[in-house]
């Protein structure tokens, strides 16, 4: 095998990787949120953090680790749709909900794998 082929098929491995654990991270934001709205009949948000008592809003941090993406995408679509966030706005918005959806991601691949449950 030449090095340049070596070389590709590592990289390309690991962009595969982490195309995998962003796409992950999102589907499980996507379902704990509908999950959520499901059961409440009110769609998840942050204000969980400040609703209730101090044992609540606790237990509301472990939830919002992994729906933050979807809840980011989310209000940025509905501003964007009243007409309040502009292209920059939307952009950090997206580069925040990636990066915090390939970290969860990877967490959950990473648990997934250590279960039996994913071949890595």
Known sequence: MSPEALVF???WSNSAQ???ALAIGF???GLLSSGYQMLTMQPASFRLLHEGERNQALAAVPFLLFAAPFIIVRYTIRLSQVGRGGFGFGMMAALVAGFWSLMSGTVVV???SSIGRLVA
Do not use: F, Q, Y
């Open 110 to 112: 990473m648990a997934l």
């Open 9 to 11: 098929s590592l990289v």
């Open 27 to 29: 589907a499980v934001a």
């Open 18 to 20: 982490s195309l995998l």
